[in-house]
């Protein structure tokens, strides 16, 4: 008797912005994916912002997926934000706005819910964090027994080399250097292993027209979903083209395509420590690629990604979903 391969189950934490919004897609997509619930985190924009993003999304999918509110603030430090770079909101288009209907939330706090997500189905989830790690610190130290009952923690963020805001930190570690310090702290906890996707391997996956226009073709009429979001994937691309790009890193949908297909990367074991002294270089992930001669690493550094056959995949993932 053949049995159906088991499901990928996964917790996403997400501060909604487009590229989460395509991570997220891609999840809801995918036939071998269970997805247990979303928590929002504050990042791309304040908690009020991205949660209204992640309710719209969701109706305007009408996906089934239980949502949460996380944290509104980093553990820390005051609030920051790419509504510079995102606009307001933090999610820009080049044509059709979200539809105003907004899926409820859920009652009660999303750190209390991966915990107890997680402790419902010990050893069988991985927690995917796209946005700064203030939820997954928080539930890491209301329940330290969390990194030990996951099956796995992806995480997009961080760097091998420069920066994103600063000249060397990426947005969601320079967001709350402390949650990420005391993730990466727990780390080596995770029995499946912690893996890191950041702006070097994220940049390898590139998102452009052609990507618009294929989503584009999907439509069926103006207004929607495929028109919606193919205008918001061009309003994310409108931020690198106004740089004199013609092409913007996926990033958050990078580590998504490797739970899917992890032969289209290569990872490299590493010992990953997040700066937070430094005047200049707060935020930074320090990444020591030299283990176990220099160091004991405590995760796997994403550091090369087939960025074609990526787009390729998410794009005909969705295409058949919109
Ligand atoms: O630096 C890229 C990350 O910051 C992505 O997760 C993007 O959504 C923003 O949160
Ligand atoms: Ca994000």
Not at 149 to 172: K, R
């Amino acid at each position: 008797m053949t049995t159906a391969a088991a499901k990928k189950e996964i917790w996403l934490d997400t501060d909604p912005g487009f590229d989460d919004w395509f991570a997220w897609a891609l999840l809801e997509a995918d036939p071998a994916v269970r997805l247990h619930g979303v928590s929002v985190v504050a990042g791309n924009a304040p908690l009020p912002l991205v949660l209204a993003n992640a309710q719209r999304i969701h109706a305007l999918h009408g996906w089934q997926t239980p949502l949460w509110a996380g944290a509104e603030r980093p553990l820390v430090q005051k609030q920051v934000t790419a509504q510079d770079i995102l606009g307001s909101t933090g999610l820009r288009t080049s044509g059709a706005a979200l539809p105003e209907a907004a899926t409820p939330l859920q009652a009660g706090h999303g750190v209390d819910a991966m915990i107890d997500s997680v402790r419902a189905h010990p050893g069988r989830i991985t927690l995917l964090a796209i946005g700064p790690l203030t939820n997954v610190a928080l539930a890491f130290a209301k329940a330290p027994e969390l990194p030990s009952l996951l099956a796995g923690l992806v995480i997009m963020g961080g760097s091998q080399g420069a920066g994103n805001t600063t000249p060397v930190a990426e947005f969601n570690i320079y967001a709350d250097p402390e949650a990420a310090a005391q993730v990466f702290e727990q780390a080596p906890r995770v029995p499946g292993g912690t893996r890191m996707f950041g702006l070097e391997v994220c940049r390898q996956v590139q998102g452009g027209d052609a990507h618009v226009a294929a989503l584009r073709a999907a439509s069926r009429g103006p207004g929607d979903r495929a028109a919606v979001f193919a205008d918001h994937l061009d309003g994310y691309i409108g931020v690198a083209r106004r740089r004199g790009r013609a092409s913007a890193p996926m990033y958050d949908p990078t580590p998504v395509a490797w739970l899917a297909h992890p032969e289209w990367f290569t990872l490299q074991p590493a010992r990953v420590e997040v700066e937070l002294k430094g005047s200049f270089t707060r935020g930074m992930t320090v990444c020591e690629l030299r283990v176990p001669r220099r160091a004991v690493a405590n995760a796997e550094v994403a550091v090369a990604a087939q960025g074609d056959e990526v787009m390729a995949w998410a794009v005909e993932m969705l295409r058949g979903v919109l």
